[in-house]
Protein backbone atom coordinates (compact mmCIF):
# COMPACT_ATOMS: atom_id res chain seq x y z
CA UNK A 1 0.00 0.00 0.00
CA UNK A 2 0.98 3.49 -0.91
CA UNK A 3 0.15 6.61 1.53
CA UNK A 4 -3.16 7.29 -0.24
CA UNK A 5 -3.87 3.29 1.27
CA UNK A 6 -4.56 2.54 -2.66
CA UNK A 7 -2.14 -0.40 -3.70
CA UNK A 8 0.68 0.35 -5.28
CA UNK A 9 0.30 -1.79 -8.47
CA UNK A 10 -2.79 0.28 -9.65
CA UNK A 11 0.55 2.99 -10.96
CA UNK A 12 1.33 0.18 -13.09
CA UNK A 13 -2.21 -0.75 -13.82
CA UNK A 14 -2.54 2.58 -14.94
CA UNK A 15 0.70 3.06 -17.20
CA UNK A 16 -0.10 0.37 -19.32
CA UNK A 17 -3.77 1.26 -19.89
CA UNK A 18 -2.17 4.79 -21.10
CA UNK A 19 0.17 2.77 -23.43
CA UNK A 20 -2.07 0.65 -24.84
CA UNK A 21 -4.58 3.70 -25.47
CA UNK A 22 -1.38 5.09 -27.47
CA UNK A 23 -0.94 2.36 -28.96
CA UNK A 24 -4.80 2.25 -30.18
CA UNK A 25 -4.59 5.75 -31.20
CA UNK A 26 -1.89 4.98 -33.67
CA UNK A 27 -3.31 2.16 -35.73
CA UNK A 28 -6.22 4.24 -35.61
CA UNK A 29 -3.85 7.04 -37.21
CA UNK A 30 -2.56 4.88 -39.50
CA UNK A 31 -6.14 3.51 -40.69
CA UNK A 32 -7.48 6.96 -41.19
CA UNK A 33 -4.25 7.57 -43.55
CA UNK A 34 -4.35 4.39 -45.22
CA UNK A 35 -8.57 4.72 -45.90
CA UNK A 36 -8.73 7.27 -48.73
CA UNK A 37 -5.62 5.43 -50.55
CA UNK A 38 -7.58 1.94 -50.48
CA UNK A 39 -10.55 3.88 -51.98
CA UNK A 40 -8.31 5.46 -54.47
CA UNK A 41 -6.92 1.52 -55.50
CA UNK A 42 -9.64 0.01 -55.10
CA UNK A 43 -10.82 -2.39 -58.18
CA UNK A 44 -7.25 -1.36 -59.80
CA UNK A 45 -4.25 -3.88 -60.63
CA UNK A 46 -0.74 -3.62 -59.07
CA UNK A 47 2.40 -5.91 -61.08
CA UNK A 48 4.46 -6.68 -58.29
CA UNK A 49 8.14 -7.97 -59.23
CA UNK A 50 9.15 -10.19 -56.24
CA UNK A 51 12.82 -11.25 -55.66
CA UNK A 52 15.81 -10.50 -54.17
CA UNK A 53 16.51 -10.64 -50.44
CA UNK A 54 12.63 -10.07 -49.85
CA UNK A 55 12.06 -13.56 -51.32
CA UNK A 56 15.45 -15.37 -49.47
CA UNK A 57 14.71 -14.26 -46.32
CA UNK A 58 11.80 -16.32 -44.42
CA UNK A 59 10.11 -13.58 -41.92
CA UNK A 60 10.16 -11.05 -45.18
CA UNK A 61 8.66 -13.43 -47.12
CA UNK A 62 5.80 -14.21 -44.57
CA UNK A 63 5.17 -10.72 -44.27
CA UNK A 64 5.13 -9.75 -48.08
CA UNK A 65 2.36 -12.93 -48.55
CA UNK A 66 0.14 -11.22 -45.24
CA UNK A 67 0.28 -7.69 -47.24
CA UNK A 68 -0.40 -9.09 -50.60
CA UNK A 69 -3.03 -10.78 -49.52
CA UNK A 70 -4.34 -7.63 -47.65
CA UNK A 71 -4.21 -5.84 -51.02
CA UNK A 72 -6.66 -8.42 -52.12
CA UNK A 73 -9.39 -8.46 -49.74
CA UNK A 74 -8.87 -4.64 -49.89
CA UNK A 75 -10.71 -4.92 -53.51
CA UNK A 76 -7.16 -4.40 -55.40
CA UNK A 77 -5.96 -6.67 -57.56
CA UNK A 78 -2.32 -7.60 -57.48
CA UNK A 79 0.09 -9.52 -59.73
CA UNK A 80 2.78 -11.13 -58.77
CA UNK A 81 5.86 -11.94 -61.12
CA UNK A 82 8.78 -13.75 -59.43
CA UNK A 83 12.80 -14.35 -60.28
CA UNK A 84 14.78 -16.88 -58.85
CA UNK A 85 18.22 -16.42 -59.78
CA UNK A 86 20.52 -17.77 -56.60
CA UNK A 87 17.57 -20.73 -56.66
CA UNK A 88 18.65 -21.53 -60.30
CA UNK A 89 22.38 -20.97 -59.49
CA UNK A 90 22.05 -23.54 -56.56
CA UNK A 91 20.44 -26.32 -58.60
CA UNK A 92 22.55 -25.91 -61.54
CA UNK A 93 25.39 -26.08 -59.14
CA UNK A 94 24.19 -29.33 -57.66
CA UNK A 95 23.69 -30.65 -60.60
CA UNK A 96 27.25 -29.59 -61.70
CA UNK A 97 25.83 -27.83 -64.44
CA UNK A 98 28.62 -24.97 -65.93
CA UNK A 99 26.62 -21.54 -66.21
CA UNK A 100 27.91 -18.28 -67.31
CA UNK A 101 26.51 -15.34 -67.23
CA UNK A 102 26.97 -12.65 -70.53
CA UNK A 103 25.85 -8.53 -69.53
CA UNK A 104 23.99 -10.11 -66.38
CA UNK A 105 22.05 -12.39 -68.11
CA UNK A 106 22.09 -16.37 -67.49
CA UNK A 107 23.17 -18.22 -71.02
CA UNK A 108 20.67 -21.26 -71.07
CA UNK A 109 21.50 -24.51 -73.28
CA UNK A 110 19.07 -26.69 -73.82
CA UNK A 111 20.41 -28.62 -70.98
CA UNK A 112 20.33 -26.33 -68.36
CA UNK A 113 16.94 -24.39 -69.31
CA UNK A 114 14.96 -27.38 -68.41
CA UNK A 115 16.41 -27.07 -64.85
CA UNK A 116 15.42 -23.37 -64.91
CA UNK A 117 11.90 -24.13 -65.41
CA UNK A 118 12.01 -26.77 -63.04
CA UNK A 119 12.92 -24.74 -60.11
CA UNK A 120 11.10 -21.47 -61.16
CA UNK A 121 8.12 -23.27 -62.06
CA UNK A 122 7.92 -25.95 -59.59
CA UNK A 123 9.93 -24.84 -56.37
CA UNK A 124 9.59 -21.13 -56.26
CA UNK A 125 6.71 -21.00 -57.51
CA UNK A 126 4.47 -23.57 -55.60
CA UNK A 127 6.34 -21.88 -52.45
CA UNK A 128 5.08 -18.52 -52.87
CA UNK A 129 1.56 -19.76 -53.50
CA UNK A 130 1.59 -21.77 -50.55
CA UNK A 131 2.58 -18.88 -48.10
CA UNK A 132 -0.09 -16.71 -49.68
CA UNK A 133 -2.61 -19.67 -49.00
CA UNK A 134 -1.12 -19.97 -45.27
CA UNK A 135 -1.71 -15.94 -44.96
CA UNK A 136 -5.20 -16.48 -45.88
CA UNK A 137 -5.52 -15.94 -49.40
CA UNK A 138 -5.62 -17.96 -52.46
CA UNK A 139 -2.53 -17.71 -54.68
CA UNK A 140 -2.36 -19.50 -57.90
CA UNK A 141 0.86 -20.13 -59.64
CA UNK A 142 1.74 -20.21 -63.53
CA UNK A 143 4.03 -19.27 -65.91
CA UNK A 144 3.94 -17.34 -69.07
CA UNK A 145 3.34 -20.62 -70.88
CA UNK A 146 0.08 -21.40 -69.27
CA UNK A 147 -3.15 -20.13 -71.25
CA UNK A 148 -0.46 -18.44 -73.95
CA UNK A 149 0.30 -15.93 -71.53
CA UNK A 150 3.46 -14.44 -72.64
CA UNK A 151 5.11 -15.86 -76.33
CA UNK A 152 8.61 -15.16 -76.49
CA UNK A 153 11.41 -14.78 -79.16
CA UNK A 154 15.37 -15.91 -78.90
CA UNK A 155 16.73 -12.63 -77.15
CA UNK A 156 19.89 -10.98 -78.90
CA UNK A 157 22.68 -9.26 -77.77
CA UNK A 158 25.47 -7.29 -79.78
CA UNK A 159 28.90 -6.42 -78.14
CA UNK A 160 31.54 -4.76 -80.29
CA UNK A 161 35.29 -6.63 -79.41
CA UNK A 162 37.49 -3.38 -77.97
CA UNK A 163 39.98 -4.48 -80.36
CA UNK A 164 38.69 -4.71 -83.45
CA UNK A 165 35.99 -2.95 -83.27
CA UNK A 166 33.64 -5.32 -85.02
CA UNK A 167 30.06 -6.03 -83.85
CA UNK A 168 29.31 -9.23 -82.41
CA UNK A 169 26.22 -11.01 -82.50
CA UNK A 170 26.26 -12.75 -78.60
CA UNK A 171 24.19 -16.26 -78.32
CA UNK A 172 22.40 -16.11 -74.98
CA UNK A 173 20.34 -20.29 -75.77
CA UNK A 174 17.27 -20.09 -74.54
CA UNK A 175 17.20 -16.93 -73.25
CA UNK A 176 14.17 -14.64 -74.59
CA UNK A 177 12.12 -11.38 -74.28
CA UNK A 178 8.47 -11.07 -74.53
CA UNK A 179 7.20 -10.63 -77.93
CA UNK A 180 3.11 -10.73 -77.08
CA UNK A 181 1.38 -10.81 -73.99
CA UNK A 182 -1.93 -12.02 -74.05
CA UNK A 183 -3.60 -11.17 -70.57
CA UNK A 184 -7.39 -13.55 -71.37
CA UNK A 185 -5.93 -16.04 -67.88
CA UNK A 186 -5.23 -12.82 -65.95
CA UNK A 187 -8.61 -11.43 -67.15
CA UNK A 188 -10.47 -14.36 -65.91
CA UNK A 189 -8.98 -14.66 -62.87
CA UNK A 190 -9.21 -10.84 -61.94
CA UNK A 191 -13.28 -11.95 -60.79
CA UNK A 192 -12.00 -14.27 -58.82
CA UNK A 193 -10.38 -13.96 -55.20
CA UNK A 194 -6.73 -15.94 -57.16
CA UNK A 195 -3.76 -14.32 -56.72
CA UNK A 196 -1.62 -15.07 -59.32
CA UNK A 197 1.68 -15.74 -59.04
CA UNK A 198 3.93 -15.96 -62.64
CA UNK A 199 6.89 -17.95 -63.14
CA UNK A 200 9.01 -16.06 -65.92
CA UNK A 201 9.37 -18.41 -68.37
CA UNK A 202 7.94 -18.08 -72.25
CA UNK A 203 6.80 -19.98 -75.32
CA UNK A 204 8.50 -19.97 -78.54
CA UNK A 205 6.71 -20.62 -82.08
CA UNK A 206 8.37 -24.22 -82.28
CA UNK A 207 7.14 -24.66 -78.57
CA UNK A 208 10.49 -23.81 -77.47
CA UNK A 209 10.67 -22.74 -73.84
CA UNK A 210 12.82 -19.50 -72.92
CA UNK A 211 14.06 -18.22 -69.50
CA UNK A 212 13.23 -14.45 -69.25
CA UNK A 213 14.07 -11.70 -66.82
CA UNK A 214 11.49 -11.16 -64.49
CA UNK A 215 11.65 -7.48 -64.88
CA UNK A 216 10.94 -7.64 -68.29
CA UNK A 217 8.07 -9.52 -67.90
CA UNK A 218 6.78 -7.78 -65.13
CA UNK A 219 7.00 -4.61 -67.32
CA UNK A 220 5.17 -6.42 -70.68
CA UNK A 221 2.21 -7.85 -68.25
CA UNK A 222 1.54 -4.45 -66.62
CA UNK A 223 1.45 -2.83 -70.08
CA UNK A 224 -0.86 -6.00 -71.51
CA UNK A 225 -3.27 -5.24 -67.60
CA UNK A 226 -3.63 -1.95 -67.77
CA UNK A 227 -1.95 -1.85 -64.65
CA UNK A 228 -2.14 1.14 -62.20
CA UNK A 229 1.09 0.55 -60.77
CA UNK A 230 4.66 -1.53 -61.62
CA UNK A 231 6.16 -2.09 -58.58
CA UNK A 232 9.69 -3.06 -58.40
CA UNK A 233 10.98 -4.82 -55.51
CA UNK A 234 14.68 -4.27 -54.92
CA UNK A 235 17.53 -4.86 -52.34
CA UNK A 236 18.43 -0.52 -52.72
CA UNK A 237 16.64 1.60 -51.22
CA UNK A 238 15.22 3.19 -54.62
CA UNK A 239 16.91 5.32 -57.17
CA UNK A 240 20.00 7.22 -55.69
CA UNK A 241 21.25 10.35 -57.10
CA UNK A 242 25.12 10.99 -57.50
CA UNK A 243 25.75 11.35 -53.58
CA UNK A 244 24.03 8.42 -52.93
CA UNK A 245 20.63 10.23 -51.71
CA UNK A 246 17.21 8.39 -52.44
CA UNK A 247 15.50 9.80 -54.87
CA UNK A 248 11.62 10.50 -53.79
CA UNK A 249 10.07 10.72 -57.18
CA UNK A 250 11.31 11.64 -60.86
CA UNK A 251 9.51 12.06 -64.04
CA UNK A 252 10.12 9.86 -67.27
CA UNK A 253 12.15 12.73 -68.62
CA UNK A 254 14.02 13.10 -65.82
CA UNK A 255 14.69 9.33 -65.51
CA UNK A 256 15.81 9.58 -69.03
CA UNK A 257 18.30 12.63 -67.99
CA UNK A 258 20.31 10.25 -65.12
CA UNK A 259 20.73 7.42 -67.38
CA UNK A 260 21.87 9.52 -70.11
CA UNK A 261 24.27 11.40 -67.41
CA UNK A 262 25.83 8.22 -65.64
CA UNK A 263 23.99 8.46 -62.66
CA UNK A 264 22.41 5.07 -63.07
CA UNK A 265 24.42 2.28 -63.21
CA UNK A 266 24.55 -1.57 -63.00
CA UNK A 267 21.45 -3.18 -62.90
CA UNK A 268 19.43 -0.30 -62.11
CA UNK A 269 19.42 0.64 -66.00
CA UNK A 270 17.61 -1.96 -66.97
CA UNK A 271 14.99 -1.96 -64.36
CA UNK A 272 14.23 1.50 -64.84
CA UNK A 273 14.35 1.51 -68.64
CA UNK A 274 11.65 -1.51 -68.23
CA UNK A 275 9.38 0.96 -65.79
CA UNK A 276 9.79 3.84 -68.80
CA UNK A 277 8.86 1.18 -71.04
CA UNK A 278 5.86 -0.10 -69.23
CA UNK A 279 4.78 3.58 -68.79
CA UNK A 280 5.31 4.35 -72.41
CA UNK A 281 2.58 1.68 -72.73
CA UNK A 282 0.06 2.87 -70.09
CA UNK A 283 1.33 2.20 -66.82
CA UNK A 284 0.29 4.92 -64.68
CA UNK A 285 3.11 5.01 -63.03
CA UNK A 286 5.76 2.79 -61.73
CA UNK A 287 7.68 2.28 -58.33
CA UNK A 288 11.20 0.79 -57.29
CA UNK A 289 11.40 0.20 -54.50
CA UNK A 290 13.42 -1.40 -51.49
CA UNK A 291 12.32 -5.22 -50.75
CA UNK A 292 14.32 -5.53 -47.65
CA UNK A 293 11.78 -3.02 -46.05
CA UNK A 294 9.17 -5.17 -44.04
CA UNK A 295 5.69 -3.35 -45.34
CA UNK A 296 7.42 -1.83 -48.07
CA UNK A 297 4.41 -2.67 -50.80
CA UNK A 298 2.12 -1.31 -48.22
CA UNK A 299 4.54 1.89 -47.32
CA UNK A 300 4.21 2.35 -50.91
CA UNK A 301 0.44 2.44 -51.67
CA UNK A 302 -1.42 3.18 -48.26
CA UNK A 303 0.76 6.07 -47.01
CA UNK A 304 1.44 9.68 -48.78
CA UNK A 305 5.69 9.63 -48.12
CA UNK A 306 5.66 6.61 -50.05
CA UNK A 307 8.52 4.30 -49.93
CA UNK A 308 11.54 3.69 -52.81
CA UNK A 309 11.26 5.96 -56.02
CA UNK A 310 8.03 6.45 -58.09
CA UNK A 311 8.37 7.29 -61.77
CA UNK A 312 5.91 9.10 -62.81
CA UNK A 313 4.60 11.31 -66.34
CA UNK A 314 4.80 14.79 -65.02
Not at 50 to 64: C, Q, V
Not at 151 to 177: H, W
Request: glycine share 12%.
Amino acid sequence: MDETGKPEHDHRHSDHKSKRRAEWLAQAGILTEALPFMRRYAGETLVIKYGGHAMGDAELAKLFARDVVLLKQCGINPILVHGGGPQIGAMLEKMKIKSEFVDGLRVTDAESVGIVEMVLCGQINKSITASLVEAGGRGIGISGKDGGLVRARKLTRKKRDPDSNIEQVLDLGFVGEPEKVDPTILDDLRSTDLIPVIAPIGLGADGETYNINADTVAGAIAAAVGARRLLMLTDVTGVLDKNGQLIADITLAEADALMQDGTLTGGMIPKVETCMNAMNQGVEAAVILDGRVPHAILLEMFTAHGSGTMIHRS
